[in-house]
């Protein structure tokens, strides 16, 4: 089969418009609605974002991922369960399955830095996990960036027709100083890492949850003072070995291995093989190179980014992911207000049909 990128599939559109057949020869596409076994299509969303699970539903979504940890840190760990199953129940009456939750289920920083109260926290995270358990939710995905989570040093970079994607630049960044946190070594983080592991992964196995470790972004050693150590694919194989575990797992997210300078297709590959990848973040940043680490980029529009996006879907599918992918930090568009950089929804409606449109043309299921 020819190998389809998105210039030679704009070709072959043109090519159909200007010598098209007439309409009762033109074969119609095989339906892949109902086809089992495709990658679930899903978009983060909060408790109580009832437009948004109407919106998403109304463009095929069929999976929401969960953002809960601002709603359960509110709460006792004795009424987890009842508020993660009134959201699941909320989800279900618009349509949508609850795929899994991200960035942490419960407040998890003092577990990041090993500060006093680590201890409590972990006590939530396993209650936690034992919830969605019971839910059927299987994959947290998860992120040991401590003190600054993701970030960037502008959110107003013009992208294609003026909209507004994000930008990092390590020397902007390193204007801004240490921390309140203060300088933390590598080696403290990998100490940190290593004890939330021991906690946590077999309580995970025992209840049959996937841990998709989210990728540090940026992914540099270290950040305004504080080390980071999700970087490499080197690293995710020691943080499999440290606790072997089929639980043990990446959320893959391919622009943060393209800014790694990984060559995210091998590494997608190799980490699917080992059946490691949970949950897959798809988007694309310029600025990087292969074989170092970006200091300065931008992300992109899904269709307007360096990596070639259908091969990557290509990929995925091919390995059998069978889990939720969801495209991740859209630009913002026009009539929006730009108060979540990357979150907005115009973005993200444009990346869903630009990826049921390659998974169609391919013939390849998604749910």
Known sequence: MPRLSRRTALKSSA???????????????????????????????????????????????NYAIGSVT???ARLPRTQYLDALARFQ??????????????????????????????????????????????????????????????????????????????????????????????????????????????????????????MALHPDDPPLPKLRGLARIVTSAANYRRIFEIMPSPVNGVTYCQANF?????????????????????????????????GQPARRFRETFHDNGPTDMVEMLKIYAEAGFQGPIRPDHAPTLEGETNDRPGYAMKGKIFAFGYMRGILHALNLPSE
């Open 70 to 72: 601002g709603h359960l």
């Open 89 to 210: 129940q909320d989800l279900r009456a618009h349509g949508l399955g609850l795929a899994g939750v991200e960035s942490h289920p419960v407040p998890a920083e003092k577990i990041k830095l090993g500060l006093a109260g680590r201890d409590e926290e972990l006590e939530n995270y396993v209650v936690c996990i034992k919830a969605l358990a019971e839910l059927g939710v299987k994959m947290i995905c998860y992120n040991f960036m401590a003190g600054v989570n993701w970030y960037r040093t502008r959110t107003d970079f013009p992208e294609r027709g003026g909209a507004l994607a994000s930008e990092f630049d390590s020397a902007a960044a390193e204007r801004e100083g240490v921390t309140e946190f203060g300088e933390v070594t590598e080696e403290q983080m990998w100490d940190h890492l290593t004890y939330f592991l021991k906690a946590i992964i077999p309580v995970a196995e025992k209840a049959g949850v996937g």
């Open 258 to 290: 393209v800014a790694m300078g990984e060559d995210v297709y091998q590494v997608a590959k190799e980490f699917l093989d080992k059946k490691k990848v949970f949950f897959v973040h798809f988007r694309d940043i310029e600025g990087a190179s292969l």
């Open 15 to 61: 090519g159909l418009l200007a010598g098209a057949a007439p309409a009762a020869a033109v074969p119609a596409r095989p339906s892949v609605k109902g086809r089992p076994g495709g990658m679930k299509f899903s978009e983060i969303i909060l408790p109580g974002e009832r437009d948004r699970m109407r919106l998403l539903k109304q463009v095929g979504v």
